[in-house]
């Protein structure tokens, strides 16, 4: 889904905006209050990810976020989020000491993953199973009631350049059409 | 459909052929087991004569994906495959942790089990580690993912396979190649709605007439990702199934189908979709439909 507030859109439940709690599910049925701004899950450790930090720095009122749930085996997303806000990224994108398997930032811009590290602090529940351990610490977090971070990031997706150099590559799938490398379909000969 | 101007290798996995122009031999199906919890072998066993009793009536062929969560399932599934599959049957094994990746080459390495397995999958969290054991213990066929973070476009897919997107020292190809894999099958990497999702499609055409490999994909885990699907309780295992569909249609030659117990919807879809594509390659650019075709099984 997209939200104005969540320009990335992703799987999540919107709740109260000027809540300065989102949650991060990993593995877990275990739902959060209503008063906390935004929860739901994540599954991978590149561009789930990717979506949390842009979806969080979008709205500023938004100062923690809270990780729970059991981390999923091999790709480590949780771990991961939290090794992105501890140590950011390295020259070529990769999130520094992360313990997941493709543990990459390749479609934000640097200053967005900064932006995200200042704004919120992580609380890393990871592994905790008691619901009501996770609930008290939601509860400390809204009573503490910090400001919002200021005006909301929206980060830009970075695009790939695409590299059509090969336009005279023709594939035929009937004698009376051609294909070209674009998938573009036209009569032979037009 | 398609006809493929660039030379189609065809790989001959312990018997199982994948690979060649479209319509030559009929999609391999791969049926994942063991995905969640304790490997229950006795539903596992159900699943696998299920699975094979479908590909003996179709003429698909059918590779259980194995799925290893934990160290101490190694030994349990390695067993379970020994007991259980015929002798010769290739299979894949599904780890996501590299240790465990490791310590499974060991396993079927001390097993004899190499010269069967294929290996899922190589991608761009290859460790070091891990390219050591595979050059030790090497199996005779990989998996190469090729998704790019950077870049989720079929050129995106070419870019990891030719050179990693400068995230390792090396693209995904020559990695399988420095380590022995002699039979490499690329997986075009299906992405959530909103990624690109229909990349995982478009890539398999690009990447057969590029490279001639086998191409194939999970698209299944598209369909598992679309939450809008909810909505539509009895329709859901209907999309699943036969979103595989999109890719012997795109040239592709494998699908890695989710789980097991889902053979019995998508055995015959797709030896369907092999009938209409054989049909029209056939007559259309004279490709040969193999003996062992679901054409060939249900029109002689």
């Known amino acids: 889904m997209k939200n104005s507030f969540y320009p990335w859109g992703g799987e999540f439940t919107v709740c109260s905006f000027n809540s300065c709690i989102a949650v991060v599910l990993l593995q877990t049925n275990y739902t959060p209050p209503r008063d906390v701004a935004v929860f739901g899950p994540v599954k991978t450790e590149n561009i789930g990810m990717e979506k949390i930090v842009a979806n969080v720095i979008s709205n500023p009122n938004i100062r923690y976020l809270l990780i729970c749930g059991d981390d999923i085996r091999g790709h480590l997303p949780g771990s991961t989020l939290v090794a992105l806000h501890k140590y950011g990224t390295d020259k070529e994108n990769r999130v520094i000491n992360a313990p997941g398997a493709i543990p990459y930032i390749e479609n934000l811009e640097a200053e967005a993953v900064e932006r995200f590290r200042k704004q919120v602090e992580i609380l890393d529940l990871i592994g905790v199973r008691k619901n009501e351990k996770i609930d008290a610490v939601v509860r400390d977090c809204i009573k503490k009631s910090p400001p919002s971070f200021g005006s909301p990031y929206i980060a830009i997706k970075i695009m790939a350049k695409h590299r059509w150099a090969v336009t005279d590559d023709k594939r035929a799938l009937h004698s009376k059409i051609v294909i070209d490398y674009m998938g573009k379909i036209k009569g032979r000969g037009c | ?203 398999i055409p690009v990447i057969k007439e590029e490279y001639g490999l086998p191409a194939g994909c999970a698209i299944h885990n598209v369909v598992e990702k679309s939450a809008w699907l909810k909505n539509f309780d009895s329709a859901a295992k209907v999309v699943d199934a036969s979103s595989n569909i999109n890719i012997p249609l795109f040239g592709g030659d494998y699908a890695i189908f989710g789980p097991a117990e889902n053979a019995e919807f998508v055995f015959p879809i797709i030896a369907w979709e092999d009938i209409l594509i054989s049909e029209y390659t056939e007559n259309y650019f004279g490709t040969k439909t193999r003996e062992n075709h679901p054409r060939r099984k249900f029109f002689k």
């Open chain 2, 1 to 203: 459909m398609f006809s493929f101007t660039k030379k189609q290798k065809i790989l001959d996995i312990s018997g199982i052929h994948i690979g060649g122009q479209p319509g030559e031999y009929p999609t391999v199906l791969f049926g994942g087991m063991f995905f969640k919890g304790e490997p229950k072998l006795d539903e596992g066993k159900e699943q696998l004569k299920k699975m094979l009793m479908l590909s003996r009536l179709t003429g698909n062929p059918a590779i259980p994906d194995f799925f290893i969560r934990k160290e101490s399932y190694i030994e349990k599934i390695l067993d379970f495959i020994e007991s259980t599959l015929p002798k010769k049957h290739p299979f894949s094994i599904d780890i996501t942790v590299p240790s465990i990746k490791i310590k499974t080459l060991e396993h079927l390495h001390r097993r004899s089990l190499l010269s069967r397995t294929i290996y899922n999958s190589i991608h761009i969290g290859v460790t070091e580690e891990e390219r050591k054991a595979l050059k030790k213990y090497t199996p005779a066929a990989a998996i190469v993912v090729a998704f790019n973070p950077k870049d989720k476009s079929p050129d995106g897919k070419i870019e990891v396979l030719e050179n990693s997107a400068h995230l390792l020292d090396k693209g995904l190809l020559a990695i399988a190649d420095e380590v022995g894999i002699k039979n490499v099958l690329v997986d075009t990497a299906a992405l959530a709605p909103g990624e690109n999702s229909g990349a995982s499609v478009a890539a």
